[in-house]
């Protein structure tokens, strides 16, 4: 019988030592571990820079939109105010656009099926009887496309066409 015991107490002994051989707790990551996270984090940088490009283009073309709209309004009021006919040139960078703004610039005048670049040193005119010539203005760039009507009455963009480029 003492032979049994001792057997069971050198088997109780034996496996208290293996249990505690396993449960001692890790010190550190594995480098599988690491590199997991790793290139969970270049991934979700990698989309977040996509994003912020994107959105960059989307406010180059609200910002151009803004000049354009400031212009017209602009050359409208300098027409009445100074009882002169003013006209713009229409060009890419003819609304100030040009260094900030890479986009194409197309224009339809009233009566024109479609839109079209504007012809060398074609103008928009502003009567100082307080009405500009109706014309339609296309801007096409990176961000996006938006198309702008233009009341005749108030230089004013009376119909906005927004189409932004979605980025995922």
Not at 122 to 150: N, Q
């Amino acid at each position: 019988m003492a032979s049994a015991s001792a057997r069971h107490s050198s088997f109780v002994i034996h496996s208290s030592f293996a249990i505690r051989h396993w449960s001692f707790p890790r010190r550190g990551f594995t480098l599988i571990e690491i590199l997991v996270v790793l290139s969970i984090i270049s991934l979700m940088l990698g989309i977040s820079i996509i994003s912020i490009s994107g959105i960059k283009d989307e406010d180059r073309l609200r910002r151009a939109v803004a000049m354009i709209e400031t212009t017209a309004r602009d050359n409208l009021l300098q027409a009445v105010k100074t009882q002169q006919l003013v006209t713009m040139p229409l060009a890419a960078g003819s609304f100030g656009t040009g260094s900030d703004f890479s986009g194409m610039l197309k224009i339809r005048r009233a009566g024109e099926r479609g839109f079209r670049e504007p012809k060398r040193g074609e103008t928009w005119e502003f009567s100082p009887t307080g009405i500009c010539e109706p014309i339609e203005v296309r801007l096409s760039g990176p961000g996006g496309t938006v198309e702008l009507a233009f009341d005749a009455l108030t230089a004013c963009a009376k119909r906005k066409s927004l189409d932004f480029n979605a980025k995922s």
